[in-house]
C-alpha cells in the first residue's frame, strides 16, 4: 500500500495517551519507510505497540528502543 499524501492528516495534532503495556502489540508484516519526522520506518517482523488508532488508517506507534511515530495500520499484524 502507498503511504498516505503529505497532505493529510495523520492524527489529531494533541500528544496521545501512552496505551498500556502489553496491550495494543503487532508485528510488522511489511517495510515501511518514514518519509517525514512524524512517522516511524518499519522492519518486518519487528514488534511494536499501537499507542492511538486514526480513522485515517494512519496509527500513532511505538518500537521497541522507544521511538515513536505515525504508521500505516496496513503494515501491522495484531498478535
Do not use: C, Q
Amino acid at each position: 500500500p502507498a503511504p498516505a499524501p503529505a497532505a493529510v492528516s495523520k492524527g489529531p495534532a494533541a500528544a496521545p495517551r501512552p496505551a498500556a503495556r502489553g496491550k495494543n502489540l503487532f508485528k510488522v508484516i511489511d517495510v515501511y519507510a518514514s518519509e517525514d519526522a512524524d512517522s516511524l520506518s518499519l522492519a518486518v517482523g519487528e514488534k511494536i505497540e499501537v499507542v492511538e488508532k486514526s480513522d485515517s488508517g494512519w496509527w500513532f506507534a511505538r518500537n521497541a528502543a522507544g521511538k515513536e511515530g505515525w504508521v500505516p495500520s496496513t503494515f501491522l499484524e495484531e498478535l
